[in-house]
């Protein structure tokens, strides 16, 4: 049997991402799979970090070493905010990120993360796993080649905004990335630091 692309094309793994993960690998028992995952983290933020090199180890394990991801850290293959493009467009397997910094392509993927007066970490969960959000957001990335798996959650925190200028201080996306809130991301497009840890597994493919 020939080996197929565990992605058909398919990036992300955001995180996160939102994670972002591809079809089956079907071929010979048990073949040796190696990806790259490159993150908008670097160490230096080891609660969001933390959770991709987590991800990693599991996937690692749980295929007996069949399955390895390299992670690499924001810019060091692409820039940070480069990661939706990069698992797009092929450039690496998945990637590690939170949706919302992505909101200059499309509004619709501050859905996938937590946002100021948002959802909490529980009622995300639910909304996911029960309100078919996974169902609506993977339609969503559907549309740049993306699979996308939840994988940590931290919870809403609240906005910043300056009064009188609220337009200019909101998340741009990549333009203005940074933003005011930190949440839920994707693998293979993900992100998001493992709060809540109880009720979300991470999902291995």
Request: glycine share 12%; hydrophobic share 35%.
């Amino acid at each position: 049997m020939q080996r197929r692309s565990f992605l058909k094309k398919a990036g992300f793994g955001a995180v996160a991402g939102s994670a972002v993960l591809a079809a089956p690998v079907m071929a010979q028992a048990n073949p040796k799979v190696s990806w790259k995952m490159t993150s908008t983290y670097t160490p230096s933020l080891p609660p969001l970090y933390r959770s991709a090199q987590t991800f990693c180890k599991m996937v690692e394990e749980a295929s007996g070493g069949n399955f390895s991801i390299r992670l690499y850290p924001g810019g060091e293959i692409v820039p940070g905010f480069g990661v939706m493009d990069a698992v797009s467009n092929n450039t690496v397997e998945c990637g590690h990120t939170a949706s919302y910094y992505f909101y200059g392509k499309d509004p619709t993927f501050c859905f996938d993360t937590a946002v100021p007066f948002g959802l909490n970490a529980r009622q995300m969960n639910a909304w996911m796993d029960q309100g078919d959000g996974l169902k609506l957001m993977r339609e969503l990335f559907a549309t740049r080649k993306i699979v996308n798996f939840p994988m940590g959650n931290t919870g809403t925190q609240m906005g910043v905004v300056s009064q009188g200028n609220q337009d200019a201080r909101r998340p741009q996306g990549p333009e203005n990335a940074h933003g005011r809130v930190r949440g839920r991301g994707v693998v293979a497009y993900g992100g998001g630091a493992p709060a809540d840890s109880a009720r979300r597994h991470l999902p291995v493919a």
